[in-house]
């Protein structure tokens, strides 16, 4: 299954062959709030919506006032919450919430805009978008790499910072795996399982749950064709050295800001000296392994080690700086 914001896009994309849309960005909150800056909700002239800005309020007033004909402008913000332009629509716990409403008329002009920021949503690279209230955006930049994406605004200016959907990549089925799968898409992550062996897809394939993509390719295979961006975790937990290490040896040629492997402390350190003699990794590169995988939470069941296993990665991704590379204009 896709991050949110990716299907929000391709909703919106299919919209804008027969119909406007209004494209709304959440831009800062205050206090408490369902939905993180750069966070997207898309919505038709017939009513339709896809994606969310809080838990249901909002949304149903933001429609309303597209019914009565409202938010006409190319951009604008409109603040939720107190002291925002619905006093009535509250936020659980006092919260504020800023949002940037892009109405865009239907047609290519409109779809080949969402298209480049699918593409930096996907992973194939970041976007730097620039508008000035009330137009329409003036710039799309295309950027190496940001890590989050970011919002920056200085009065009626707003630079949006859109980096690659987060991403988890799988390598192998097991009760653990199950486990990280569960966890990682209740977290926002996009999740792929990929997995070959007949015997595992018998046992697990029929459990996973339908938000999480199933693979059937080994997994070092679909790294090697550029299955990884600069946002994705990679984990090998199947205690198989033909599928983990091979998985490993992969990744680490990959941006992937986080690689990890089960195993004790002996068996990692085996598994380095393997990796060593066979791939002749340097202890930098082999550095960027975490193994034993997880945080130290003392875990014993399938599910306490993928709680330690998630908690490491949202961990080594919020704690990354946004990074980003030279710009460069596509729009």
Not at 302 to 320: F, G, H, S, T, Y
Request: some cysteine; hydrophobic content about 45%; glycine content about 8%.
């Amino acid at each position: 299954m896709q991050h949110l914001d990716i299907t929000v896009v391709g909703q919106a994309m299919s919209w804008l062959q027969q119909q406007p849309v209004w494209l709304c960005t959440v831009l800062a909150t205050y206090g408490s709030s369902p939905r993180a800056p750069g966070a997207l909700m898309a919505a038709g002239a017939d009513g339709r919506y896809c994606g969310s800005l809080s838990g249901g309020c909002v949304e149903e007033d933001f429609l309303q006032r597209i019914a009565a004909g409202d938010y006409q402008a190319a951009s604008q913000v409109v603040r939720y919450g107190e002291g925002g332009l619905t006093p009535n629509v509250a936020l659980p716990c006092g919260g504020v919430l800023d949002v940037l409403i892009e109405y865009l008329p239907a047609g290519e002009q409109s779809i080949r805009y969402l298209a480049q920021m699918a593409a930096a949503l996907d992973g194939h690279h970041a976007l730097v978008k620039r508008l000035t209230l009330p137009y329409a955006c003036s710039a799309l930049q295309e950027t190496a790499f940001a890590s989050a994406t970011r919002v920056e605004r200085r009065g009626e200016e707003i630079v949006l910072h859109i980096a690659a959907a987060p991403r988890l990549l799988i390598a192998g089925l097991s009760s653990v795996a199950l486990y990280c799968a569960e966890f990682a898409a209740a977290l926002g992550f996009e999740v792929l399982v990929c997995e070959n062996r007949p015997d595992a897809l018998e046992n697990f394939a029929a459990q996973l749950t339908p938000a999480v993509t199933l693979v059937r390719q080994f997994p070092a295979k679909f790294i090697e064709e550029g299955g990884c961006h600069g946002n994705t975790a990679v984990v090998a937990l199947t205690h198989d050295p033909r599928v983990d290490d091979l998985t490993l040896m992969e990744a680490i040629h990959t941006p992937a800001f986080y690689i990890g492997a089960m195993g004790s402390q002996q068996n990692s350190a085996r598994r380095r000296q393997r990796l060593q003699d066979i791939a002749e990794f340097n202890p930098q590169q082999l550095s960027r392994i975490h193994a034993p995988i997880g945080l130290a939470l003392g875990s014993k069941t399938p599910a306490e080690i993928a709680l330690a296993v998630m908690a490491d990665i949202v961990q080594q991704k919020n704690i990354r700086p946004a990074a980003a590379g030279a710009a460069t204009d596509v729009a």
